[in-house]
Nanobody
Framework: QVQLVESGGGLVQAGGSLRLSCAASGRTFSTYAMGWFRQAPGKEREFVAAINWSGRNTRYADSVKGRFTISRDNAQITVYLQMNSLKPEDTAVYYC???????????????WGQGTQVTVSS
């Protein structure tokens, strides 16, 4: 079992930056792929970024490529999402997720945090 707690959300102006953190519990964290998803009001949850167990492989949604960076610190049992050049359309609740697979398979993220709100004003 993995428990996930997100932090770092908030209100920021367009063009600004935020860094989200996700603290995980559980001994198997270092073997799990980790990801970030988001859900805007009235929309379905969508994939944002993911990182494999070692941190060597990452994947991003086209809408965030070049602006967001996912990273992980297995010693600290934490995964991060650095978000730069934020746009109003990035406004959403951001969820941390874990997959028991060591590689990235977007459909296999089965553990979820509570979410953290990110609001980007124009």
């Amino acid at each position: 079992q993995v428990q996930l707690v997100e932090s770092g959300g908030g209100l920021v102006q367009a063009g600004g930056s935020l860094r989200l953190s996700c603290a995980a519990s559980g001994r198997t964290f270092s073997t799990y792929a980790m990801g970030w998803f988001r859900q805007a009001p009235g929309k379905e949850r969508e994939f944002v970024a993911a990182i494999n167990w070692s941190g060597r492989n990452t994947r991003y949604a086209d809408s965030v490529k070049g602006r967001f960076t996912i990273s992980r610190d297995n010693a600290q049992i934490t995964v991060y999402l650095q978000m730069n050049s934020l746009k109003p359309e990035d406004t959403a609740v951001y969820y941390c997720a874990a997959s028991p697979l060591s590689s990235i398979v977007v459909t296999q993220f089965g553990y979820w945090g509570q979410g953290t709100q990110v609001t980007v004003s124009s």
